[in-house]
T-cell receptor
Framework: QKEVEQNSGPLSVPEGAIASLNCTYS??????FFWYRQYSGKSPELIMS????GDKEDGRFTAQLNKASQYVSLLIRDSQPSDSATYLC???????????FGKGTKLSVKP | KAGVTQTPRYLIKTRGQQVTLSCSPI?????VSWYQQTPGQGLQFLFE???????NKGNFPGRFSGRQFSNSRSEMNVSTLELGDSALYLC??????????????FGEGSWLTVV
């Protein structure tokens, strides 16, 4: 069974700080990587996708991928209380053919 | 452009009953996937449909089934409901499906409570 692992948290950071969310995956054949944000009682919404090694920046968000280490991360700069949510890492392109989600990291940004 | 639409949003069923949930994908999207989300297990893949064919299936019992229509709309059915089926059921659509690394977009979900 292919797995995606995330620290469940909660991860608590002060407003304005950098939040670092990490994810590891077991299927070395995985090719597509996604971060979703899910507010309590809501459905997941896509934040970023990344397909090649290195960093990808979008506003306050930076996704980092290291396929050799089977590791993907999400950095949130200048964290805001509105960033408080559960962040889901998802991986696809491996042997199972469908997206596999981690259980999510709960982020709390304190004013 | 309208997003993924799921109905009903909330429902309560009794053990042993069956339920049908509906999903309309984003216009032009041909792939529809279904996920079950519970606090303990997280998001778990149920199945994916593409052009009316089930293309992939997760590890759920046969009580869980689905189908896709020619207009890409999809339904999932759960028969003989159990208390453990209480969950948020999420539908997601994409252009060509998850296998190709396409981004999937979620609907707002259907909250099912089994009593």
């Amino acid at each position: 069974q292919k797995e995606v692992e995330q620290n469940s948290g909660p991860l608590s950071v002060p407003e304005g700080a950098i939040a670092s969310l990490n994810c590891t995956y077991s299927d070395r054949g995985s090719q597509s990587f996604f971060w979703y944000r899910q507010y309590s009682g809501k459905s997941p919404e896509l934040i970023m996708s990344i397909y090649s090694n290195g960093d990808k920046e979008d506003g306050r968000f930076t996704a980092q991928l290291n396929k050799a280490s089977q590791y993907v991360s999400l950095l949130i700069r200048d964290s805001q209380p509105s960033d408080s949510a559960t962040y889901l890492c998802a991986v696809s392109g491996g042997s199972q053919g469908n997206l596999i989600f981690g259980k999510g990291t709960k982020l709390s940004v304190k004013p | 452009k309208a997003g993924v639409t799921q109905t009903p949003r909330y429902l309560i069923k009794t053990r042993g009953q069956q339920v049908t949930l509906s999903c309309s994908p984003i216009s032009g999207h041909r792939s529809v996937s279904w996920y079950q989300q519970t606090p303990g297990q997280g998001l778990q893949f149920l199945f994916e449909y593409f052009s009316e064919t089930q293309r992939n299936k997760g590890n759920f019992p046969g009580r869980f089934s689905g189908r896709q229509f020619s207009n890409s709309r999809s339904e999932m059915n759960v028969s003989t409901l159990e208390l453990g089926d209480s969950a948020l059921y999420l539908c997601a659509s994409s252009l060509e499906g998850e296998r190709g690394g396409n981004t999937i977009y979620f609907g707002e979900g259907s909250w099912l409570t089994v009593v």
